[in-house]
């Protein structure tokens, strides 16, 4: 199968290829990709799916996961019904608004649940007949889909405001009436204005996360909790060490009436700057995380400018799929004088440098949520609390070694990810239990090795 695939030099006829293979032989399917996680990770997820989810509808063959659409306003419950299997442990959901930094897919972000599942199977070992990928359809903005002759969902403009509100609350009672308290639904790829009310909407009553906006402004909030954490500085002084730049320029104090309420714990006190390169100029960070899906933004002026104040310029590049990143590698590296502590979400190949060969980080999702969402499972966790997300973070922090540092690794090699996806669930489930979030009763002893014995192994039977 491996021949074969490399046979193809379109990344999307590969990704069409696993595809089918998934549909035929699951088992084969996933053993692939946890042998060769490296080379197929770019494929069936970022940057590739990207490209899948834009044209899925003239590569569409089956179903691969659950349509609910506006016209199943009050039928929602039957719909779930409808899957074949009934013991889900996680739901990954999209409305297809903002897949990755593409925009308004519409039907077609499908593709988004299905790879996260797919790596939620292959890294963190949840069975795949748990998985239910589900896509709700209310329309897309996207005018070139409304008339595309191969647009597979609803040809009319989004549904909104009380409408869509009340799709989405029938959905998650659905949810939680046909599958209980303890399925993990994880929002994905929701637009902003949708994603932090959902959010806040239904983590006191449901088991839900969005690892999308628990990015931006959440790894803003994160990173701020970490240094309380570890200082004991209150939370609001930590916050005061992070500052963040949206479309209009730096977020500041006089421009908190017009903020949306996400951002307004962000506005410090500081002179109105209008762009990343006068906000760099004058806060000097020694950290630069890009997560606004705008590519090219971190310019040769804005990384020259980190590196003047810097000996080494951490640089995060996070948007995806590659096109929208901030920046590349070989630019980072390049205008940085190759000082710079470099990260991408989507994979870029490693860089010759003044004779030395910088490998980049690639600082995916992938090595967090399936851990997680095996920790989640494994401890019948009943809720989500931000220390859960912190706890995996740490787990997979503590697994970079020295080594791992002196060729400029910051994080793990993904050859290891389902070992880290253990400890990562063991972190996560050991947090459920200390916060009295755990149903699974009594807690295992070992933690680790209670996870590893709860992760999905594709091998053939043996029939007498």
């Known amino acids: 199968m491996m021949h074969n695939l490399r046979q193809y030099t379109v990344p999307l006829h590969q990704y069409v290829a696993m595809m089918d293979l ?11 990709l946890i042998d060769n996680v490296e080379e197929l990770l770019p494929i069936v997820y970022t940057p590739t799916v990207g490209e899948a989810c834009q044209k899925y509808g003239s590569i569409y063959r089956r179903p691969q996961g659950l349509y609910i659409s506006l016209k199943d306003k ?25 897949i990755l930094g593409l925009g308004d897919l519409g039907c077609q972000g499908m593709g988004i649940p299905v790879g996260k599942l797919s790596l939620y199977t292959a890294l963190g070992g949840v069975r795949p007949s748990a998985c239910l990928p589900i896509t709700i359809d209310v329309g897309t903005n996207n005018q070139s889909l409304l008339d595309d002759e191969f647009y597979i969902g609803l040809r009319q403009k989004r549904a909104t405001g009380e409408e869509y509100h009340e799709l989405l609350e029938e959905f998650m009672t659905a949810v939680k009436k046909n599958y209980g308290e303890k399925v993990l639904t994880q929002f994905e790829d929701f637009a902003n204005h949708n994603a932090f009310d959902l959010l806040a909407k239904y983590s006191k009553t449901h088991l839900v996360f969005n690892d999308d906006i628990q990015a931006g402004t959440g790894i803003a909030e994160l990173i701020a909790l970490e240094m309380s954490k570890h200082t004991e500085t209150p939370i609001d002084d930590c916050r005061k060490k992070i500052w963040l730049v949206d479309s209009k320029g730096l977020i500041v104090e006089s421009r908190k009436e017009s903020l949306v309420a996400f951002k307004k714990p962000w506005a410090h006190e500081h002179e109105p700057l209008k762009t990343l390169l006068e906000a760099v100029e004058s806060i000097k960070p020694t950290v630069l995380i890009g997560t606004s899906g705008v590519g090219q933004t971190f310019t040769k002026e804005v990384v020259e400018a980190m590196a003047s104040f810097n000996d080494k310029p951490v640089i995060f590049a996070l948007s995806n799929p590659t096109s929208h990143s901030e920046c590349t590698a070989a630019e980072a590296y390049t205008w940085s004088d190759g000082r710079a502590v470099f990260a991408s979400g989507s994979p870029f190949a490693a860089v010759e440098h003044g004779g030395k060969t910088h490998v980049p980080g690639q600082s995916n999702n992938a090595y967090i949520f399936p851990g997680f969402g095996l920790g ?32 400029g690794l910051i994080f793990p090699p993904f050859t290891n990810i389902r070992t880290i996806s253990a400890r990562i669930a063991a972190k996560v489930a050991a947090k459920a ?4 979030l755990a149903s699974r009763l009594p807690r295992p002893d070992d933690l680790v090795k209670y996870a590893q014995s709860c992760m999905y192994t594709p091998t053939y039977r043996s029939y007498r």
Do not use: C
């Open 22 to 32: 998934q549909e035929r032989n699951e088992r084969l399917f996933y053993k692939l």
């Open 74 to 98: 009050g039928k929602i419950l039957e719909v779930l019904k409808n899957w074949p299997e009934r013991s889900i442990q996680v739901i990954v959901v999209t409305d297809g608004e903002r």
């Open 376 to 407: 989640v499972v494994i401890s019948g966790a009943i809720r989500v609390h931000d220390d859960m997300l912190l706890a995996a973070s740490e787990a997979l922090a503590e697994q970079v070694t020295d080594e791992h540092f002196a060729k």
């Open 433 to 436: 239990y200390e916060l009295g």
